[in-house]
């Protein structure tokens, strides 16, 4: 078994190195070989210096560059450069630690072929210091019911950055998308839904940083690219050629 860690990063210098030594300590303690792959998404700090230097510490640690900016473009390319038989994609900040997989691996084993990290099923929970502010829980919940109407029924949080995805789901959906902004979670699911694959969310310990980069304007960009998400649904553009 070989799994693919993908790390999109853009001007992460001050959280991508802690983050990697401990994706790193993690795998070096598992029995299947890994890749952690990191993409550069046109950072304009040392993020990328930060990387290249730890690749003499982190056997298995790759830089790609994306320099076309928007967090989907950079988890897409990592994915689909990926050579793992299993892909999880996570935030540079390491908010879900990686030892999360170990609630992935029984629902990837009986059959999903999509498991995504959760803040709204049962057992979730955000450590304590790291509350998000009131209005992202508002907006949050309120989103939610708009996506699941018009895109993803059924999921009750699709923003967390730590999904897990077969090779074959990956190679499927990643190059179908059309969304490359913060919807693009979005149309990821919708598309694994329209395929037909298994998605399973997993309750998750989140650490809210408070140097988040997700701001107010996130919420609206998101519902809108729900909106095209359904639209594209509507006229066939995801229909496998």
Known sequence: MYLSVIIPAYN???RIGKTLLAVDE???GQKYDSEIIVVD???KDKTADIVNNLKFKIYNLKLISQPIQGKGNAVAKGMLE??????VFMDADNSTSIDHIEKMWPFISTGYDVVIGSLAVKGAKILQGGAEPWWRVLLGKLGNKWIQIFAVWGIND????????T?????????????FGWGFDVEVLAL???YGYKIKEIPIIWDNDPNSTVNFWAYPQV???TVKVRWNLLIGKYNSH
């Open 12 to 14: 992460e210098e001050k």
């Open 26 to 28: 993690y795998l070096s």
């Open 41 to 43: 998404n046109n950072s």
């Open 82 to 87: 990926a050579w793992g038989d299993y892909r």
């Open 158 to 165: 699709t923003q967390r950055g730590f999904k897990m995805f």
């Open 167 to 179: 090779a074959r789901a990956t190679e499927k959906i990643f190059p179908k998308l059309t969304i």
């Open 192 to 194: 694994a839904k329209k």
């Open 223 to 225: 519902l809108m690219q």
